[in-house]
Each structure stands twice: as structure tokens, then as C-alpha cells.
């Protein structure tokens, strides 16, 4: 039952006999406070009480229960009413405003404008898990259309590293600590850092929190604070929505990878080892101290604009579900309607995949793989986390494989997918056994349908960031 549209029927048809609510207490037997706040949607009345009104008014009690408002002005208040004790306004902290005859009609009519206006905005600005894959999909063909290279964030970095001259070699701790002091902050490293977050900023301070020890997720701690410092040199503000919050956490990713990995040192390693045909993601790893997933990506950045090597990055959980994924390389990764590659699961016989199946997934792994757009080559490496295992692939067509080390391997699969004959159908001699005869229960992946929540930055604990940062200052 609607209380609100209860209480205006009510409303509605003791004023349309002349009655006060004094009379209509005294026909029923029931205190006037009572019976305002049944009118008022504060209290649901007994049925019996329902009856006794009805009488009392003149009228079925089928009158007072029907689902239609019994006026204009009275859908517009019951409109008001629900959006006054909707959740989002009380998060709002505002005061209700108080409906009746002395409420003017065209403060009413302005008051619902902004209600709903308010709802459409909040709509929007929720990320669905449709609107944070279309986002995704959409920062990622901006991504190919640059062949991931951006040269603004570059430069930035190259600023920032000339104005702390640092003149050669891996970015050291030190470095890292004269970078922050240059921009204007100092760094804490605290045991308390809110679950939600990798780092939490005191603007008002310039202090920069940071856990005191590696998360064991993966989290290069160095990487960590560039990634912080990034948001502030590229000029960052408060995400206007999803894709831009999505957009900002790349070029903040790409700031500290360019830190780490200089342009400058990084682009004659890679050239001197493409002159040898010995192109290796695990000595560019090595030789600047990071990563292998970190020096993935970066290669990303540079082999296709500096040498002209098209490549394509995968990160696969072991089941097999795409986690991370770019190419450049017209390779076809498996997409949904929106065009998002994230959780998909990718074909069985691609390296992603067939790594988990070698002997020793954890060396060096290379291989070529037949597919429908072409022959590509591949480079694996398998690392373990919390979440399970990953593969992170780098990838680049046959004609590129020269150039790398490993491109002479002959292991080989043939990839038929999307054609569903290729791994997603079982072949027929296990269809005529178990078709009918077999119930799984899925192992739903959470993260990937769960709504992401509105605000300025999705995913992150703001009471706990504030009650954090109380206890710090």
C-alpha cells in the first residue's frame, strides 16, 4: 500500500464533504493526531479504521484504496513526498519541505523539476557495468588511434625528470623523493591506508600517504607514488564522469611508466636490441628494474611509434577470462556488443591460454599462432597473485617476429575462433555423453557485473579516506 496516496485520497475526500479533522475524529473515534498523520503517509491504518472512514466519508472503501491520485496537485505532492524520503535525497542532508495548501503550485511544480532533474543526473553518473565497459571500449580505440603513445605525458615526464636531473640509469628511490619534494609534497608511509585505495593525498598538507609495505598485488610501490605525483603534473581534476575517471588513471599509469622506463634511455636499449634481433620484454624488465607487466606496456608505447612494430597485450586470468587487452595489430580479440574485450573469454589456443598447459609456464614461452586475421607471434609470461595466475602477452604479426628473441620457435597452434567449432563447442563424441546429463554451477566473476558506484571516484571508501586523513592531521 502507498501511505502517501492513501493519505491524499483521505485528504481528498473529507475536504470534498466539509469535514475537519476534528469532525472526522469525532465520527470515528480515533485522536486528530492520528489521523493527520494517517493523511500525512506517516502511519498505515488498521483496516478496521480504513472501514470506519470509509463510512464516516460516504464512500467504498474501494475509493480510498484506488491507485489513481485523486487530483493534479495531489500526484504532485505524492511525487514530492517520494522523493523526499528516497535515500539519495536524505544522503543530501537537506531539510524536507513541508506539503499543504500553503506549498504555492508553482514552487511545487519547480521542486519536482529539480527531483527529477537531480534523478537524471544521478542516473548518469552512475557507472553500470554497461557504462564502464562502453567507457572502456572507448578509451581504448582513442588509445589505438595514437598507437598508444602519448607525447604530452611524455613530455611531461621528460620536464619533470630534467628538473631533478636525473641523467641516466632506473629511477632510483632517491629520485623518487626529490621528484615529490620538486612538485611540492612530502611522503608517509603509514599501516593504516584505507583497503579501498593505493595511496590517499592530504591537499591541504601536501602529504602523500602510502602503505609501508608492497600490497602483494602486484602494485609497484614506486609506481604507486608516480602514479599519485602524475594526477597533479598532467593537471588533473575531479572526473566528470566514468570515461574521463578511466581516461585520467591511463595517462596517470603512462606518467609513472614513463618515469620509470625515460623515453630517452628507453628507446636506444630497444633499438640496440632490435638491431640484434633480440627484442625481449624480459631484459627491458631487467634492465630498468620493473615489472613484466609494467615493462609490457611501455613497450607497447614505443615499439609501434619509434619502430614501426604493430604488437597487441593481453593479461588472462589462468580460467581464461581477459582481464586487460590493446592492440594495434588488427588482431581479433573476442568482444560483446558494446565492444568491450574485458571479460571475454579468449580462445583456447591462443598463447594466452596454451601457457598454462606447458611444462614450465614460468620460463620463457613463445609461440605462433594461425588465426582468421593472420599468423601472429607471441611472448608469455605467467605471474601469481592473490586472484590466481595471469599470462601477460605480448604480441606482433608474423612478418614482426624476426625481431624479437624467440621468433624462431616452431611451436605452433591453428585458432579458428570466433567460429564456435573451434574451443567453445565440445566435440561430439562428449555432446552424445553428456548432453542432458550434466548440471554446472558457474563461477560468476562479481567484479565484472557489479555496478561501480557514483561519485567522484568510483571504488573508493570516502568515510574511510576522511576518518583516515582526521587521524593524520
Not at 613497450?299 to 588472462?316: E, M
Not at 571479460?343 to 614460468?362: H, L, M
Not at 614461452?365 to 594461425?370: A, H, K, L, V
Amino acid at each position: 500500500m502507498d501511505l502517501v496516496l492513501l493519505g491524499q485520497r483521505l485528504r481528498h475526500q473529507r475536504r470534498a464533504k466539509g469535514l475537519t479533522l476534528d469532525d472526522l475524529s469525532a465520527l470515528v473515534g480515533r485522536a486528530p493526531s492520528q489521523l493527520s498523520l494517517i493523511e500525512n503517509g506517516k502511519r498505515e491504518p488498521k483496516l478496521s479504521l480504513l472501514q470506519a472512514m470509509a463510512s464516516a466519508l460516504d464512500v467504498p472503501l474501494q475509493e480510498l484504496l484506488r491507485a489513481e491520485p485523486p487530483s493534479r496537485r495531489a500526484a504532485l505532492e505524492i511525487e514530492l513526498a517520494h522523493f523526499q524520503e528516497s535515500s539519495v535525497y536524505a544522503g543530501l542532508g537537506l531539510p524536507s519541505v513541508r506539503l499543504g495548501r500553503r506549498l504555492p503550485g508553482d514552487a511545487l511544480e519547480s521542486l519536482i523539476g529539480l527531483h527529477r532533474e537531480l534523478s537524471r543526473v544521478l542516473a548518469e553518473q552512475s557507472a553500470t557495468p554497461e557504462v564502464a565497459r562502453r567507457a572502456n571500449a572507448s578509451l581504448r580505440a582513442e588509445m589505438r588511434s595514437r598507437d598508444n603513445y602519448f607525447s604530452a605525458v611524455e613530455e611531461a615526464a621528460a620536464g619533470v625528470l630534467q628538473s631533478v636531473r636525473h641523467s641516466t640509469g632506473p629511477l632510483s628511490q632517491r629520485g623518487i623523493l626529490d621528484i615529490a619534494a620538486q612538485i611540492g609534497f612530502s611522503l608517509h608511509y603509514v599501516p593504516d591506508l584505507p583497503s579501498s585505495t593505493r595511496s590517499v593525498t592530504d591537499l591541504r598538507n601536501r602529504r602523500i600517504y602510502l602503505p609501508q609495505v608492497a600490497s602483494g598485488k602486484g602494485h609497484d610501490p614506486r609506481a604507486v607514488v608516480l602514479q599519485t605525483l602524475g594526477h597533479f603534473v598532467l593537471g588533473h581534476n575531479d572526473p566528470k564522469d566514468y570515461g574521463d575517471f578511466l581516461r585520467q588513471r591511463v595517462e596517470a599509469n603512462y606518467f609513472a611508466a614513463a618515469l620509470l622506463m625515460p623515453e630517452k634511455f628507453a628507446v636506444p636499449f630497444l633499438a640496440a636490441a632490435k638491431a640484434d634481433r633480440a627484442l625481449a620484454i624480459d631484459d627491458f624488465r631487467d634492465a630498468f628494474g620493473v615489472s613484466y607487466e609494467t615493462a609490457a606496456h611501455r613497450f607497447t608505447n614505443l615499439a609501434t611509434h619509434h619502430f614501426g612494430i604493430p604488437v597487441h597485450f593481453t593479461r588472462v586470468h589462468e580460467s581464461g577470462v581477459v582481464y586487460k587487452a590493446y592492440e594495434n595489430d588488427n588482431v581479433r580479440f573476442p568482444t560483446d556488443v558494446t565492444g568491450a574485450i574485458e571479460g571475454q573469454p579468449i580462445c583456447r589456443r591462443w598463447a594466452s591460454r596454451t601457457v598454462f598447459q606447458s611444462e614450465d609456464p614460468y620460463s620463457s614461452f613463445y609461440q605462433f599462432t594461425d588465426t582468421v586475421a593472420g599468423t601472429y607471434w607471441c611472448t608469455v609470461h605467467v605471474e601469481s597473485t592473490r586472484s590466481g595466475e595471469f599470462s601477460v602477452t605480448v604480441g606482433t604479426p608474423y612478418e614482426h617476429a624476426r625481431w624479437f628473441r624467440g621468433g624462431d620457435t616452431s611451436r605452433r597452434t591453428v585458432s579458428r575462433c570466433p567460429d564456435p567449432s573451434c574451443c567453445r563447442r565440445p566435440p561430439s563424441s562428449l555432446v552424445d555423453t553428456w548432453a542432458g546429463h550434466a548440471w554446472p554451477s558457474a563461477r560468476v566473476h562479481s567484479h565484472l557485473l557489479a555496478a561501480l558506484p557514483p561519485g567522484t571516484f568510483p571504488g573508493v571508501d570516502a568515510q574511510d579516506v576522511y576518518e583516515f586523513l582526521q587521524r593524520r592531521a
